[in-house]
């Protein structure tokens, strides 16, 4: 059974342009959780969602950033016209339609470094 | 989520087991204790989870204490590979966050 999946790796953007990081859960998980952590810091939820919903995005930031989760297809973080701050790691978590929300499996990270 | 606190960092012997604490005073009756550990920048690892009863899995063992303020996590024999930060998070299960604190870094040492 693969885990959590993420795409790409590694991801270098310049100032100003967009940056989409994929994401496939684990099979039979509904659920996707998005974190990112900077630099020298903990990593900080974002955003959760179900398929074609979005439950809580309470941790995304006001502007540029958005997340689907479509019926079809893996989860995407999109990141519009990406400063130097966004400069970070996201991971993608994810679990299952039961059982406890807390349990959540983590993919490998994005890096994403902005020039 | 309920705040935890952690020592900040802890060392262990290889083969011995490593015992790592967690204050969760103020947590509520439906909040679980869950511990994840980060190796090296990796995406987090799950470990473990209680509610009040003591519980034991491949990895590791969680003893609660029996006012659910504190909880302790213990892997039998560590091995270099332990090393890593080891958050304590506590959470509904029914919530959709975990709130990530700054853990504690357990170094493993030969």
């Known amino acids: 059974n693969a885990g959590v999946m993420q795409n790409p790796r590694h991801l270098v953007r310049r100032r100003g342009q967009e940056a989409r990081l994929r994401c496939s859960p684990m099979k039979g998980h509904s659920h996707v959780y998005w974190y990112r952590q900077l630099p020298e810091e903990g990593l900080k939820f974002m955003v959760y969602?179900?398929?074609?919903?979005?439950?809580?995005e309470s941790g995304m930031p006001k502007e540029r950033f958005s997340a689907e989760f479509p019926k079809e297809g893996p989860s995407i973080l999109r990141i519009q016209q990406v400063v130097r701050g966004d400069s970070a790691a996201y991971f993608c978590?994810?679990?299952?339609?039961?059982?406890?929300?807390?349990?959540?499996?983590f993919g490998p990270g994005t890096r994403l470094t902005v020039l | 989520d309920a705040k935890t606190t952690q020592p900040t960092s802890m060392d262990c012997a290889e083969g011995r087991a490593a015992n790592l604490p967690c204050n969760h005073s103020t947590i509520s009756g439906n909040e679980y204790v869950y511990w994840y550990r980060q190796i090296h920048s990796q995406g987090p690892q799950y470990i473990i989870h209680g509610l009040k009863n003591n519980e034991t899995n491949e990895m590791a063992s969680l003893i609660i204490t029996e006012d659910r303020k504190s909880s302790t996590l213990i892997l039998p024999h560590a091995t270099l590979r332990d090393t890593a930060v080891y958050y304590c998070?506590?959470?509904?299960?029914?919530?959709?966050?975990?709130?990530f604190g700054e853990g504690t870094q357990l170094t493993v040492n030969p």
């Open positions: 969602l179900q398929k074609e919903n979005i439950i809580d």
């Open positions: 978590a994810s679990s299952p339609p039961v059982l406890s929300r807390g349990t959540q499996y």
């Open positions: 998070i506590a959470g509904e299960t029914s919530g959709s966050r975990l709130t």
